[in-house]
């Protein structure tokens, strides 16, 4: 078995959990307008913005996570999507789910 797949399994679940929490904490926020003032209204509103940006980044990273997940079983894993090569095993520790190698990451950072 791929030995990126049991992490990328953990990041996912522990995603999923913290996106059930993260849901909360977003209806706590509605809840909480309508008997808090203006200015703590003002933070509410700034929390549930962070906590709406939170839970975009999440799901974005479990798109990204399952789609590591579909290369693994496609036998596709680690390999640059941009030129083709290995992508470095110490990148891949990193963060597992990167689908560029260093040198295509920085040509599309430009
Ligand atoms: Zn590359």
Known sequence: MNPYKSRLLEMKSALLEAQDTGDE?????ELD?????RLSRMDAMQAQAMSVETGRRRRQKLVQIEAALKRIEADDFGYCQGCGEAIAPKRLE???TVRLCISCAAKNEL
């Open 94 to 96: 990193i963060d597992p």
């Open 25 to 29: 904490a977003e209806q706590t926020v």
């Open 33 to 37: 307008q309508t008997r808090v003032g």
